[in-house]
């Protein structure tokens, strides 16, 4: 007996099966009346020159990109409307299928399409960006492009931006043609369109870098803690003493000596190691003094390795234990 035979097809069968079929297919989309009556205006409505399209990219060429616009015709936006950005490149930076925003040049370049330029689109689009870059000062990521008299130029948004030399970072910069290429983290500083002027900074990224880990380190000390430090810098009021871990402080002229001085030159000199208690911490300032350090101090030789709770006698918190063992148990 063949496989036929063990198969009767009848006619409830068959029903069945399309039954079954009916069951597993996908429903299908009906677009309403009213999605139609959306295309057809949308299709005729008449653009101005300088309105802001979007559409998607259906075509590129070396010249020329297409953009389905849902009108009554194309969008054709040229190569010289694409970017402001001189290192743009039409096979690399622009894809079919991407969303992109355009104003209206004219409504026909005289082969029915839509004549579009993103250029235009970027330029108000942008600032109001920019603006917003600036308020909330955001930390942006650049690319140098070139090094000009007194700075660099790069491209946010679509824009030529300018960072002047003294704002590419803490340190002096002197060659400005090695920054090409670099990527930096940068602030918005200046935004202004009607001059169409915007600069930016990478110094005040880095300041505040340096702040926050400055504030961190500063968060482990604790007023009482004794340790070396070497003679940064002599002022009139007093001595910076560098105490290790990247960090300073001030010894003031009334805290170096018992006995009274007029210049903190008389006791101390650069690069001379002291001994110091750190007295007061307070708005990212480090306090020292000279004249607080005992007889036989505690001195801890390097305040990274400074423990994260310390009291003013000296002696690092050992928790439970160590609080128990200063008192005494009937």
């Known amino acids: ?21 009916e069951h597993t297919k996908q429903p299908e989309f009906i677009p309403s009346m ?18 802001i399209v979007k559409g998607t990219v259906i075509g590129v060429s070396d010249t020329e990109v297409t953009v389905d616009l849902g009108y009554y015709a194309e969008g054709i ?4 409307d694409l970017s402001h950005d001189p290192r743009f490149s039409i096979k690399a930076d622009i894809k079919v299928g991407e969303e992109v925003s355009a104003a209206v ?3 026909d370049d005289g082969n029915g399409n839509i004549l579009l330029s993103k250029k235009e689109a970027d330029s108000i689009l942008s600032w109001a960006k920019l603006k917003e870059y600036k ?53 918005v500083i200046t935004v ?8 930016l900074s990478g110094k005040e990224v880095e300041k505040d870098k340096n702040l ?40 003031h002229i009334s805290q170096i000596s018992n006995k009274r001085i007029k210049s903190p030159g008389e006791v101390l000199k650069e690069g001379q190691e002291v001994t110091v ?10 306090g020292l003094s000279m004249k607080a350090v005992e007889e036989n101090p505690e001195v801890v030789d390097s305040v990274e390795e400074v423990p994260f709770e310390y009291n003013s006698d000296g002696e690092a918190a050992t928790g439970l234990a160590g609080l128990l063992s200063k008192f005494k148990l009937d």
């Open 1 to 21: 007996m063949n496989n036929q035979d063990n198969f009767n097809v009848t006619p409830d069968t068959t029903a069945n099966i399309e039954t079954a079929a």
């Open 34 to 51: 009213k999605d139609f009556e959306d295309q057809i205006n949308n299709s005729f409505h008449r653009l101005e020159s300088g309105e």
């Open 77 to 80: 936006i040229r190569l010289e």
């Open 105 to 107: 040049i004219r409504e």
């Open 135 to 187: 308020e909330s000062k955001k930390i942006l990521d650049v690319k140098i492009a070139q090094a000009v008299n007194s700075g660099v130029v790069t491209y946010l948004e679509g824009i030529r931006a300018f960072i002047p030399a003294s704002q590419l970072s803490l340190q002096y910069v002197e060659n400005l043609e090695t920054w090409v290429n670099k990527e930096l983290q940068v602030i």
């Open 192 to 199: 202004d369109e009607n001059n169409n002027k915007l600069v």
């Open 212 to 251: 926050a880990e400055k504030n961190s380190k500063i968060s482990h000390l604790q007023a009482g803690i004794i340790t070396k430090g070497i003679v940064e810098k002599i002022a009139p009021y007093g001595a910076f003493v560098n105490i290790g871990n990247g960090l300073s402080g001030l010894l």
């Open 277 to 286: 208690k750190i007295t007061d911490i307070k708005d990212s300032k480090i």
